[in-house]
């Protein structure tokens, strides 16, 4: 399977120059996915460098680079910490996240993340996962649903949103993608239905992967990986997962609680080395667009 069209990683030459690869040092890319990063970063490494790259999506294995440089690790980005001890890592010099979703997944009917195409409503990017996205709205009530949708989804009305769906759940499973559809087309605004579609679609997809607690418990991680000077760089695709990793650069915590010393001065781990999220140029955006809403920050240890 050719990395290109698994999937295309967005600013890529950015992300390289902000890392600031040094070619004996020891990187992580934490979701490998088509392995474009990975094979941008090994280019920039010296013989005695090494790239340890994690997916949990069995799919991606089937990119797994060639090179005595390089491992991969089947495994969920939060327990980065917990393979690093296993291989003899002791630390990494950078770490990089791209938290986009694959062009393979959307582009993967059967895996159920699109609207575009009838298919179980599965949404498990490993899919051993016990739980699918049809298993959370068989289970869930009108209140949770409204939650999940108003934490992660942007809807003018998630309640109507939740309201539409247990309805439809009461005379039929909602277990495919059209089923979902068609149980929520009632409860959003016509001209805005792919936009909508696109946002509770998201919102299922985060609470099916539990992508929030991933995202937080590997920002913790990386923080105890990284060696002092380390760096760390994190691709976002929306405002949710964005704001946390703003606000855990800046402060050293999710909730972006800035501790300060005696005598006032921030007690922050880190120093930010893009001050403002780093965007794509709109020649990247016409050549790639699904790249237009990515925002990469990076920060260093100190």
């Not at 990063?37 to 920039?44: D, F, P, V």
């Not at 938290?99 to 195409?117: I, K, M, N, Q, Y």
């Not at 979902?180 to 605004?189: G, S």
């Amino acid at each position: 399977m050719a990395e290109t069209t698994y999937h295309i990683p967005a600013l890529l030459a950015e992300t390289l120059n902000l890392l600031d690869i040094k070619p004996h040092g020891t990187y992580i890319d934490a979701t490998f996915g088509g392995g474009g990063h990975s094979r941008a970063i090994i280019a920039q490494l010296g013989s005695d460098g090494h790239l340890f790259s994690f997916d949990r999506d069995s799919d991606a294995a089937r990119n797994s680079i060639d090179d005595p440089r390089f491992t991969f690790v089947l495994s969920n980005f939060r327990f980065i910490e917990n393979f690093m001890r296993f291989h003899k890592a002791d630390a990494a010099d950078g770490i990089l996240a791209d938290l986009g979703v694959s062009f393979h997944h959307f582009d993967s009917p059967e895996r159920g993340f699109s609207f575009r195409a009838d298919a179980p409503l599965d949404m498990r990017m490993n899919r051993l996962a016990p739980r699918t996205a049809a298993d959370i709205i068989a289970e869930s009530d009108e209140q949770t649903l409204k939650d999940i949708f108003r934490r992660y989804a942007d809807l003018r009305q998630p309640g109507n949103v939740a309201k539409a769906i247990v309805k439809a759940k009461g005379m039929a499973p909602v277990d495919t993608t059209f089923r979902l559809v068609e149980a929520v087309r009632p409860a959003i605004d016509p001209r805005q239905e792919k936009k909508e579609l696109a946002q509770i679609f998201q919102a299922l997809r985060i609470e099916t992967n539990d992508e929030m607690a991933d995202l937080r418990l590997f920002l913790q991680a990386a923080q105890r990986v990284l060696r002092p000077g380390g760096r760390l760089a994190v691709l976002t695709y929306h405002s949710i997962e964005d704001r946390m990793v703003k606000n855990f650069m800046k402060t050293g915590n999710i909730e972006g609680k800035e501790e300060k010393d005696f005598f006032g001065n921030s007690n922050t781990p880190w120093k930010l080395i893009t001050r403002r999220p780093v965007e794509p140029s709109e020649e990247e955006i016409e050549r790639n667009p699904r790249a237009r809403s990515a925002k990469l920050r990076v920060a260093e240890l100190k």
